[in-house]
């Protein structure tokens, strides 16, 4: 599975931002598919994960700012981020893997994007 992300950028404190990840060598339908994140000086994180059936879960860090999305049609996983703060600052990356169900743990995933830059300044 090539896992390809896009979509970070620099915004304000409070702003909106979408990140996309697209996958291909493997039916998207049946992969379960996360977002991490690394901040500088810090281990990555789970972020959000949707499993092949749309069941998501977030980190209670995120949760009810970020929205976990997929689009089977277009083998693509989206993050939508509102209310963006500083501490949301890092590289975003998204990872996918074979395992039925939801995925949070960032060693039980196989596949792994390249990382997108998300910069929140205050």
């Known amino acids: 599975v090539q896992l390809q992300a896009s979509g970070g950028g620099l915004v304000q404190a409070g702003d909106s931002l979408r990140l996309s990840c697209a996958a291909s060598?493997?039916?998207?339908?049946?992969?379960?598919m996360g977002w991490f994140r690394q901040a500088p000086g810090k281990e990555r994180e789970f972020v959000a994960a949707t499993s092949w059936t749309g069941i998501t879960k977030y980190a209670d860090s995120v949760k009810g700012r970020f929205t976990i999305f997929r689009d089977n049609a277009k083998n693509t996983v989206y993050l939508q981020m509102n209310s963006l703060k500083p501490e949301d600052t890092a590289v975003y990356y998204c990872?996918?893997?074979?395992?039925?169900?939801?995925?949070?743990?960032?060693?039980?995933?196989?596949?792994w994007g390249q990382g997108t830059q998300v910069t929140v300044s205050s």
């Open positions: 990872a996918a893997d074979s395992s039925p169900g939801i995925v949070t743990r960032k060693l039980n995933y196989a596949y």
């Open positions: 060598g493997r039916t998207f339908s049946s992969l379960v």
